[in-house]
Antibody, heavy 118, light 107 residues
């Protein structure tokens, strides 16, 4: 079964840091670009970041650029999102998502919740 | 930055056809995907490459894309189709862009 399991979310104060992890199984992780997508409470989907198969290329939404870093460890089948200088507006459910080679994103994790609050 | 616009809500009676639209500048020149998100659940890809269905997606889901508008059509809408639907495409730099989402209510 293809599966993505996120972890690392929690409550953090503004200005703090957090590292999210996503453990992948059931597919060849090293062959898939991977994404992070977030959803604030009661809001729509917001694209956060993508990393290609070998970390040669990454992209960040303007809202997180310079504060978030996406990385991966293909030997551990794990995707990461290092978040720093967190703001209250970063409060959201963060999804780890597998890229679909034919277009779009075909496997979503259950999400991990990040709450930025004092 | 490239923007995709969706209406906030669509209502449909069971068994009828629901149409959910997504608009963007020259959207027809790009591929569009659609995701279904039911309350408390993660999104599910229902359409890719404008009109293709992933395995396991019912045939009642179809898509089209032309001009500035992409459309997700659900034929014979069922109560289980009640959900939020998001369109997604790519900007000129091949970066992912989401629409704001449309809530489908099956009355």
């Amino acid at each position: 079964e293809v599966q993505l399991v996120e972890s690392g979310g929690g409550l953090v104060q503004p200005g703090g840091s957090l590292r999210l992890s996503c453990s992948a199984s059931g597919f060849t992780f090293s062959n898939s670009a991977m994404h992070w997508v977030r959803q604030a409470p009661g809001k729509g989907l917001e694209y956060v970041s993508v990393i290609d198969t070998n970390e040669n290329s990454t992209y960040y939404a303007d809202s997180v650029k310079g504060r978030f870093t996406i990385s991966r460890d293909n030997s551990k089948n794990t995707l990461y999102l290092q978040m720093s200088s967190l703001r209250t507006e970063d409060t959201a459910l963060y999804y780890c998502v597998k890229n679909f080679a034919l277009g779009g994103m075909d496997v979503w994790g259950q999400g991990t919740t990040v709450i930025v609050s004092s | 930055s490239y923007e995709l616009t969706q209406g906030p809500s669509v209502s449909v009676s069971p068994g009828q056809t629901a149409s959910i639209t997504c608009s963007g500048d020259k959207l027809g020149d790009k591929y569009v995907c659609w995701y279904q998100q039911k309350p408390g659940q993660s999104p599910v890809l229902v359409i890719y490459q404008d009109s293709m269905r992933p395995p396991g997606i019912p045939e009642r889901f179809s898509g089209s894309n032309s001009g500035n508008t992409a459309t997700l059509t659900i034929s014979g809408t069922q109560a289980m189709d009640e959900a939020d639907y998001y369109c997604q495409s790519w900007d000129s730099n091949t970066h992912v862009v989401f629409g704001g989402g449309t809530r489908l209510t099956v009355l």
